[in-house]
């Protein structure tokens, strides 16, 4: 059915002709609802039994008699099948905006639109979002979130499912994801405060920031810097120019092509290596397998619980004869010269998993935590 209630007449406002139709569509208090249009869409949840809207038309015409040619062109239909509601904005050929306020117990909203920014807040239900063009802003959400964006920034607040968010170029940034978090774009930051889930985030330029997560973390960026600052499971972390820090984690998996590494407080599997740039590692008491660091022009720094059973196996090139680029505060490791390399191997603790060090032109250091 054709949605009615425009306001008598377009008003001049500046360069454009602008009309404004309002209505409402009874729904299902826990339906679904689907919107479909051309310009930017605000949606809110409320506590409503109906979808309310507020669709403001603008166009470009040399006097009122050719604006209302254009605005009537502009249509906004109502559909029901089931449990979804569907408005559409059909044809046009100007600026269409739309206004709604929807029940907030709705279990499921999507809107797809041409091009221009969304802006979805206070739904309990899952949100799916698509523009052809325009920033995205989703908070205080009850459901699992998708964004997705032909250009623009994605800003979420709090939603307590998963989320997905995609944009062609822009940042992304959120603050509480409940479950597993899934960001990636084209050219721009990423920072996640807080994620219940596993995170996953790629840029392929720009930094990458995530305080906190609650289960493994995968970030990768072709140039920028990563920075975790607590996981709950593994960190995988890779970038082409940048520096990587990460806080504590269980296991780090990460790699720089042009930049320093630090780790700190971290257990299980250790493996970080650098073409450029020192690493300092702070290995955390407990469970502890085989690590390998490494690095091709700078130092590398390892802290080592006093208690800690490990294996210590480093290799350095030497600069100069005789000159030993290994130094160790545990008497156990011994440093000798080997050809044109600086060996130094011991088994701390009795010994246990292999702790791998190579580095070439700075020193090794291995110290003890205090």
Known sequence: ??????????????????????????????????VITRGPVTLA?????????????????????????LLEQFVLKASRSGDMTTLTVANGNGLAELLIRAPRSLSWSGIETHGGRIEVTDLNGAVRAETGGGAMRLDRIGGDVAAYTAGGEIVVGTVRGSARCVTAGGPIRAQSIGGEANCETAGGEISILEAGGPVRASTAGGSIRIARAGATVVADTAG??????????????????????????????????????????????????????????RLAGGEFSDGFLSTSAGDITVFLPSNLAVTIRARNTAVAQGVRRIVSE?????????????????????????????????????????
């Open 1 to 34: 059915m054709c949605l009615a209630g425009a306001q008598p007449g377009p008003k001049r406002q500046g360069a454009f002709w602008v009309e404004t139709v309002t209505g409402s569509e009874a729904v299902p208090p826990s339906g679904r609802l689907k």
């Open 45 to 69: 949840g409320a506590d409503t039994g109906a979808v309310e809207y507020t669709l403001t038309k603008k166009v470009k015409a040399r006097n009122e008699a050719a604006a209302r040619r």
């Open 224 to 281: 920028g810097s990563i920075d975790v600052g607590q996981a709950r499971g593994m960190v995988r972390a890779e970038t082409s120019g940048g520096s990587i820090d990460v806080g504590a984690a269980v296991g780090v998996r990460c790699e720089s092509a042009g930049g320093g590494i630090r780790l700190s407080k971290v257990s299980g599997s250790v493996r970080a290596s650098t073409a450029v740039g020192s690493i300092v590692a």
């Open 330 to 370: 545990f008497p156990e490791v011994s440093v000798r010269m080997d050809g044109p390399l600086v060996v130094g191997e011991g088994a701390i603790n009795g010994g246990g998993p292999v702790l791998r060090l190579t580095g070439s032109g700075g020193t090794i250091y291995i110290r003890r935590q205090r």
